[in-house]
Nanobody, 129 residues
Framework: QVQLVESGGGLVQAGGSLRLSCAASGRTFSSRIMGWFRQAPGKEQEFVATISAIGGRTYYADSVKGRFTISRDNAKNTLYLQMNSLKPEDTAVYYC??????????????????????WGQGTQVTISS
């Protein structure tokens, strides 16, 4: 298991930027596929972005493509989500997640919640119009 703690959420105006961080503990961070999900009030949790364990391949939901960037620093055991050109509809609690199994396949990514077994507590992002 990987323990995850998010930070960096807050209140910003539309068009602004935020960078979320997710600090991981445990020795297996570098071998896990990582992801960001979000849940808006009254809505189901949805996939935002994912990054492979090997090769740094990334994949995004259409709603954030071109505006958000997921990255990881394995030396620091930290996952990031750079969010630019933020919109009111980006308002949600953002969660980072680690895959249930290690990945040794170049470029393998995951998007389904069921494929992730370790979750952070979430960080609130609020975008004002």
């Amino acid at each position: 298991q990987v323990q995850l703690v998010e930070s960096g959420g807050g209140l910003v105006q539309a068009g602004g930027s935020l960078r979320l961080s997710c600090a991981a503990s445990g020795r297996t961070f570098s071998s896990r596929i990582m992801g960001w999900f979000r849940q808006a009030p009254g809505k189901e949790q949805e996939f935002v972005a994912t990054i492979s364990a090997i090769g740094g391949r990334t994949y995004y939901a259409d709603s954030v493509k071109g505006r958000f960037t997921i990255s990881r620093d394995n030396a620091k055991n930290t996952l990031y989500l750079q969010m630019n050109s933020l919109k009111p509809e980006d308002t949600a609690v953002y969660y980072c997640a680690a895959s249930a199994r290690p990945s040794y396949i170049m470029g393998e990514v995951l998007t389904a919640r069921a494929d992730f077994s370790s979750w952070g507590q979430g960080t609130q992002v609020t975008i004002s119009s």
